[in-house]
């Protein structure tokens, strides 16, 4: 029989694409009935009276589960149990399961291959993928005992469970033991069997009861095909471990890759391009400027230009990568992908355990956002905006200084300006299409929306920069320092060229001009208002009129008996007084008014955007494209957690009311260490993180099941629509469904857990770190108090009874003062603040495979241990099985094609205890 590979992998569980699935030939087989989204098919193993090739020498069993197709009658390796030591009886915890997508039918036959394992650390090898067709040969590290198969078919209709088959010899005589294959049902009662387990875990031997667990279905409770569009490539594990009561609890790990990696990044560049290209446009608008400002305008200008292509490049290059949704580790230094994260994944735990609701856990996991093909070799963002910062302040003097908070604001009236400007026009039309209808009702509302977009347009402009930028710009023209100014409007028209650039003062130095007339602004900006007030004050009258003459008419227009009216009401009660003809010279005025306006207000904020560009340009330009870069790789982790956790929250009220008036806790556990280019990664990735405080979420409904979310904004402020079929729309709290914004909190604590963290604590610094970590906790604590305020009393009295959130705060606090080395203890209790506040939980290191798996694996087992009463003999066994057979190790292979994470012995020794492999699961790889 012919052993095949499919794509690269010996053993993960990346199946054949659904068009093969479906192949003409393939329709003749039975599929498995099955329920949308939940496994196929699931089963663990237990073997009985193995018989050991020497006498005396204790079995250490593994068994390996292959796949034979039914029509190629290939066979594929699918998964392997844990290694149980020590015994002819194995129990494995490490269970079997067939995710929905995955081509198996009644007629696939599955073989179950016994190994006897005598070098852990050589069965690894054994087990990873190796060069093509190049096979070791089965007996190093292991040796064959036995196997036996079955068709599917034939374990879904037995009604033997577990189904017992005899293991053979290669050659198919002898009979080496028995193996058991019980079909599971992760909510459903296994069978009475009773058995026992025995381990050896730190030399301590534990007997237990194999009971059945209580009844509880977790069906249909993900059935969700919105978050099917999104979620993609799942990897299954399934798991058994015993509760401290000797019962069974059953653990479902999934880990999906997301088309969000790709489809955000490219929805991003987008809108960049948008916005720099429009911004570009606004400074060719700028008009004349005096010689100096004119170079440095043309200057800028070819540079925006050159980073609008290459934004256009990057984008050209994502727009090829359709379908995909994975980034690797290996890729991460490609410019191609600079902006797609590394490594997402969805990591979930779902939990069945006696006595206690199914659970699920979700943790993103993500290479920490950061520019890599830029590189680290002058630090991260945080520092380099830093720097860049203080020398613009102090060096500058061809421009005019602003600080980044009056130059966002620039953005944002800008922006503003944009969005309202053909909205009041809109609503403008519509007043006058009210008019001409004469209808009354019509004509109030059309009114109202009118004044409420024209108010918030007057507003504003309120601002003292707007005023200020108009000096500035004033000065810039052609003669702006002529002893009378003409008015800006006639400015351009002056030709006094200016070869020197105007004198500026640093700090304060927007400019002052004495014989600046400063009220002609206010003038122009009040015409706006006073015209609108015309409006109101015009149709206040026309509609008095209109009931005036209905009362006059008796409410009809036939004003059969009525007496003679009056000579005003002759005029007034004219049938259909012309509303369109009164109002439309004055909307014509509030138009042009405000045309006038936003011309002056564009110019001299967009004269503003010209200083942030002007100061040492390629770097500037280099900078926005690293924090862009970096924003992008977490906005996309970030929509794809946002996604998932309202998906799983839809049921629970308290949630949704929690969403929409206190806003979402997100909380990204770094594993990098503070030295060398991990430095650079983590100043990178705490921007990165920070800024996702300008994203809010808005759920709309989708209208079709594949509605990908969609991203408008700039990079001051970007909305995130996410859509929701109609049944969940509808169910969704009013404040919601009417597009109220959803903010985010997001946090970050890191702690660097390498060999690399023992050189910075020793040697080096770790005050990045520190300062991180005490930043951010104070974050959580306004998140906290926030979430008191706003929550309603009784749901605050209930929290408070089960959750003393008030005293992990105080525990994180003195964690963070502690200033103890490796403090994992910041980790655990940051994750546990934010699963209790209903967060979302990312984990990220420099590739989100290695460290991040250890991490992962170790929350799931403290979970299953705390919260699940997984038996405390047990918490290294859970927690070897999951590293050694989970879906980590399936996430080094696709990353790296070898399953093994790379660290190696001395790495090891450098990391906290509960961060290490188990043996014979690491070592270097050759990647
Ligand atoms: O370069 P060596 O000496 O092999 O060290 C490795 C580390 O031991 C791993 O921890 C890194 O992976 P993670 O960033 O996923 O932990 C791994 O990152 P990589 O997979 O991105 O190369 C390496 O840095």
């Known amino acids: 029989m012919e052993i095949k590979e499919e794509g690269t992998s010996e053993e993960g569980q990346h199946f054949l694409p659904t068009a093969q699935a479906n192949d003409p030939e393939d329709i003749q087989f039975t599929s498995i009935q099955k329920i949308p989204n939940e496994p196929q098919l699931e089963f663990i193993l237990a073997c009985k009276d193995l018989v050991a090739p020497v006498c005396d020498r204790k079995l250490n069993t593994v068994v390996q589960i292959s796949v034979i197709h039914p029509v190629e009658q290939t066979l594929t390796r699918y998964s392997s149990t844990e290694i149980v030591e020590g015994t002819k009886d194995p129990l494995f915890l490490t269970g079997v399961t067939f995710p929905s997508e995955y081509p198996i039918y009644e007629e696939t036959r599955i073989k179950l291959t016994v190994y006897d394992v005598k070098d852990k650390s050589h069965d ?13 040969p089965p007996e190093v590290g292991r040796s064959f005992l036995g196997w036996a198969s079955f068709k599917v078919g034939e374990l879904l209709r037995s009604k033997e469970q577990p189904l017992s088959l005899s293991l053979r010899t290669s050659d198919g005589g002898k009979v080496v033991g028995t193996i058991e294959v019980s079909l599971v049902k992760m909510g459903e009662i296994e069978d009475g069997d009773t058995d026992h387990i025995t381990t050896d875990v730190q030399g301590q031997k534990c007997a237990l009861a194999y009971e059945c667990t209580a009844p509880e279905s977790v069906s249909g409770k993900d059935n969700l095909p919105l978050l099917n569009a999104v979620l993609k490539n799942p990897v299954c594990k399934l798991y058994r471990f015993p509760t401290s009561d000797n019962k069974w609890m059953r653990i479902r790990e999934q880990m999906s890759e997301s088309i969000l990696s790709f489809h955000i990044p490219k929805e991003l560049i987008s809108l960049h391009i948008k916005e720099d290209l429009c911004r570009n446009q606004e400074l060719k608008d700028l008009g004349d400027l005096s010689p100096h400002w004119d170079n440095l305008r043309k200057n800028v200008l070819t540079h925006c230009d050159q980073m609008v292509t290459m934004y256009q490049d990057i984008l050209t290059e994502l727009s090829k990568e359709t379908g995909s949704s994975f980034k690797s580790s290996s890729s991460k230094g490609e410019k191609s992908l600079e902006f797609v994260p590394i490594n997402l994944h969805l990591q979930r735990m779902q939990v069945h355990s006696p006595h206690l609701k199914d659970a699920l856990y979700d943790v993103i996991t993500v290479g920490a956002p950061a520019a890599h093909f830029q590189g680290f070799k002058n630090g991260g963002l945080r520092k380099l905006l830093h720097r860049f910062e203080t020398e613009r302040r102090n060096t500058g003097y061809q421009f005019i200084y602003y600080s980044p908070e009056n130059t966002a604001k620039a953005k944002e009236v800008l922006s503003n300006i944009n969005q309202l400007q053909p909205l009041i026009a809109t609503h403008a039309d519509l ?64 030709t006094c060229p200016q070869d020197e650039p105007p004198q500026l003062r640093r700090q304060d130095s927007i400019p002052h001009h004495s014989d600046y007339d400063e009220e002609e602004w206010d003038r122009v900006w009040a015409n706006v208002g006073k015209s609108l007030n015309c409006i109101i004050a015009t ?37 259909k007084e012309d509303w369109y003809g009164q109002l439309h010279p004055l909307i014509l005025t509030l138009k042009e008014c405000m045309g006038e306006v936003v011309s002056r207000a564009k110019q001299s904020l967009t004269f503003v955007l010209l200083q942030e560009l002007a100061y040492s340009l390629p770097q500037c330009l280099m900078l926005t494209l690293r924090r862009d870069i970096v924003f992008s790789q977490a906005l996309a982790g970030l929509v794809c957690g946002f996604i998932i956790k309202l998906h799983t929250s839809l049921h629970d009220p308290h949630f949704l009311q929690q969403l929409h008036t206190v806003g979402l806790l997100v909380q990204y556990e770094g594993l990098l260490s503070t030295y060398s280019d991990e430095i650079g990664m983590l100043e990178d990735m705490a921007v990165g993180i920070s800024d996702l405080r300008k994203v809010a979420f808005k759920i709309t409904e989708a209208k079709s099941s594949d509605d990908l979310p969609v991203l408008t904004g700039r990079r001051e402020h970007y909305v995130v629509e996410v859509k929701l079929p109609a049944t969940l729309f ?38 990045l770190q520190e ?31 089960q959750n003393d959130l008030k005293g992990l705060l105080d525990n994180l606090h003195q964690n963070i003062q502690a200033k103890k080395r490796k403090n994992v203890e910041i ?70 094609k070898c399953r093994r994470y790379a660290f190696n012995m001395l790495q090891l020794m450098a990391f906290p205890k509960c961060y290490r492999p188990p043996e014979g699961t690491y070592g270097k790889a050759d990647t």
């Open 431 to 494: 007043l006058l299409n009210s008019a001409s209808q004469h209808s009354a009702d019509s004509l109030k509302s059309s009114l109202k929306l009118l004044s409420e977009k024209t108010e918030l347009f007057v507003h504003a402009f309120k601002d003292q920069l707007v005023r200020s930028a108009l000096l500035a710009l004033y000065t810039a023209r052609p003669g702006g320092i002529l002893k009378k100014p003409p008015s800006p409007k006639d400015s351009t028209e002056e």
């Open 539 to 575: 149709v206040d009258k026309l509609i008095e009129r209109d009931s005036h003459n209905e009362e006059g008419t008796g409410g009809s227009s036939s004003n059969d008996g009525d007496a003679a009216p009056s000579l005003e009401d002759s005029i007034t009660s004219h049938p």
């Open 771 to 801: 300062s991180i970590n005490q930043e951010n906790f104070e974050l959580v604590q306004e998140y906290y108090s926030i979430f008191m305020e706003k929550m309603p009393p009784d749901y605050i009295s209930h929290f408070q009874e």
């Open 124 to 136: 690894t090898i054994r087990t990873s993928v190796l060069p093509e067709r190049k096979d070791p």
């Open 730 to 767: 509808e169910s969704l709290p009013l404040q919601i469904k009417e597009g109220q914004l959803l903010h985010v909190y997001p946090v970050l604590f890191n702690v660097g857990i390498n060999e690399q963290q023992t050189l910075a604590e020793r040697f080096g610094d770790v005050s």
């Open 827 to 896: 980790m655990w209790l940051a994750a546990t603040i934010c699963r209790k506040l209903n967060g979302i939980r990312f984990t990220c290191c420099k590739s989100a495979k290695d460290r991040t798996s250890m991490s992962v694996t170790l929350e799931q087992c403290s979970i299953l241990r705390d919260e699940h009463q997984l038996h405390k003999d047990f918490f290294i066994r859970a927690l070897d099985c999951m590293r050694r057979e989970g879906c980590r190790i399936e996430n080094v292979l696709k990353n790296i």
